[in-house]
């Protein structure tokens, strides 16, 4: 099955700098590359997606970059701002078995 | 209901006692999920099922139980809770099959003692 491995598990950043996660996955059939953001005690929500005909997606202050060759994708933050404290998980979906394989997650912590 | 729910919201179980959370969907969507979150270990799936009438094994199946009687519930059972148990399960849907967004419930926080 699909594993994919996301680093770094904290990163700690200046309020208006940038954040970068990056995710590695194993499955070369794997197609479909979401991210997720869940805050203190919440659900987590999509924040933006990716498929593997494409290779970068913006939307506003967050960018998702994708190295199919490679077999890695990145989440990438601009200006970053207090509300983009939250827990981030990227995850991979492959076409042979279209389940929804997740990192171990990363804690992004900006400081004021 | 409006989107996916899940019950109870948390609960303290003591160990060897039979535990059935239950999730349930209005969107008609046909796959649901089940994981367990743990710190730093992410998002692991337990069960899925692609549509009514089926389901499969995740990474971490071992101990749980799933049925599909109708598109709408999907809920998940500990025949006999251990305390290795204690997480917090998610339950998720997608319109079809996972190359899709996936959408949460409010997730249950079980403790087994």
């Known amino acids: 099955g699909e594993n994919v491995e996301q680093h770094p598990s904290t990163l700690s950043v200046q309020e208006g700098d940038s954040a970068v996660i990056k995710c590695t996955y194993s499955?070369?059939?794997?197609?479909?590359f979401p991210w997720y953001k869940q805050e203190l005690g919440k659900r987590p929500q999509l924040i933006i997606d990716i498929r593997s005909n494409v290779g970068e997606k913006k939307d506003q202050r967050i960018a998702v970059t994708l190295n199919k060759t490679a077999k890695h994708f990145s989440l990438h933050i601009t200006e970053t701002q207090p509300e983009d404290s939250a827990v981030y998980f990227c995850?991979?979906?492959?076409?042979?078995?279209?389940?929804?394989?997740f990192g171990a997650g990363t804690t992004v912590t900006v400081r004021a | 209901i409006a989107g996916i729910t899940q019950a109870p919201t948390s609960q303290i179980l003591a160990a060897g006692r039979r535990m059935t959370l239950r999730c349930t969907q209005d969107m008609r969507h046909n796959a649901m999920y089940w994981y367990r979150q743990d710190l730093g270990l992410g998002l692991r799936l337990i069960h899925y099922s692609n549509t009514a009438g089926t389901t499969g094994k995740g990474e971490v199946p071992d101990g749980y139980s799933v049925s599909r009687a109708n598109t709408d519930d999907f809920p998940l059972t500990l025949a006999s809770a251990v305390p290795s148990q204690t997480s917090v399960y998610f339950c998720a849907s997608t319109p079809d099959r996972g190359n899709a967004e996936a959408f949460f419930g409010q997730g249950t926080r079980l403790t087994v003692v």
């Open positions: 995850a991979a979906s492959s076409l042979n078995d279209y389940k929804l394989s």
């Open positions: 499955d070369s059939a794997s197609n479909y």
